[in-house]
Antibody, heavy 123, light 108 residues
Framework: QVTLKESGPVLVKPTETLTLTCIVS??????????VSWIRQPPGKALEWLGH???????SYSTSLKSRLTISKDTSKSQVVLSMTNMDPVDTATYYC???????????????WGQGTLVTVSS | DIQMTQSPSSVSASVGDRVTITCRAS??????LAWYQQKPGKAPKLLIY???SLQSGVPSRFSGSGSGTDFTLTISSLQPEDFATYYC??????????FGGGTKVEIK
């Protein structure tokens, strides 16, 4: 059974760095043509892709947020970590991690999602 | 960046109705398109990938079509559990990957 679960702070202050962890189970982060993406959704708004990391360690980031984002993985711990610096109230959103599978055939699509974690940025 | 434009932004329909949602890409994306369903307070669920391939476990009343810049998600006979918001996503050109603005399917 494939599961993903996000964890991290629910409240961060402006200018702080957000660190979220996604623990995965039911698949390995080293499986070929797999990856994990981070996606966020401000309250009442649409989905926004933040970035992803593939099993071969290839990474890609949102062009508008690239300078603030870092995604890394620890295959032995089955976890993917998102770091976002200089948080602002506009970054208040539900943050999801999601699995990417067989991206050469399916495109970079997300077949399993975590439940999401709401992060509020406020002083 | 490839912009994804969905229409309509909302639709009111009754159980049993046929519902069609469209998604237009700002440049050709071949068949690299996915559709997701999201219910309030829940994570999105993948329905369709590669424009027309049904994700495992998704009911056959959902179908997708299109290629290039114009795509369609069709629900052939709307069921009570289908009232939700639907998003399209271009799945090949990044960064960035981009989602449409969403279409809310509401009860008439």
């Amino acid at each position: 059974q494939v599961t993903l679960k996000e964890s991290g702070p629910v409240l961060v202050k402006p200018t702080e760095t957000l660190t979220l962890t996604c623990i995965v189970s039911g698949f390995s982060l080293s499986n070929a043509r797999m990856g994990v993406s981070w996606i966020r959704q401000p309250p009442g708004k649409a989905l926004e892709w933040l970035g992803h990391i593939f099993s071969n360690d290839e990474k890609s980031y949102s062009t508008s947020l690239k300078s603030r984002l870092t995604i890394s993985k620890d295959t032995s711990k089955s976890q993917v970590v998102l770091s976002m610096t200089n948080m602002d109230p506009v970054d208040t959103a539900t943050y999801y991690c999601a699995r990417i599978r067989d991206y050469m055939v399916r495109g970079v699509t997300f077949d399993y999602w975590g439940q999401g974690t709401l992060v509020t940025v406020s002083s | 960046d490839i912009q994804m434009t969905q229409s309509p932004s909302s639709v009111s329909a009754s159980v049993g109705d046929r519902v069609t949602i469209t998604c237009r890409a700002s440049q050709p994306i071949s068949s690299w398109l996915a559709w997701y369903q999201q219910k309030p307070g829940k994570a999105p669920k993948l329905l369709i990938y590669a424009a027309s391939s049904l994700q495992s476990g998704v009911p056959s009343r959902f179908s997708g079509s299109g290629s290039g810049t114009d795509f369609t998600l069709t629900i052939s006979s709307l069921q009570p559990e289908d009232f939700a918001t639907y998003y399209c996503q271009q799945a090949n050109t990044f960064p960035p990957l981009t989602f449409g603005g969403g279409t809310k399917v509401e009860i008439k």
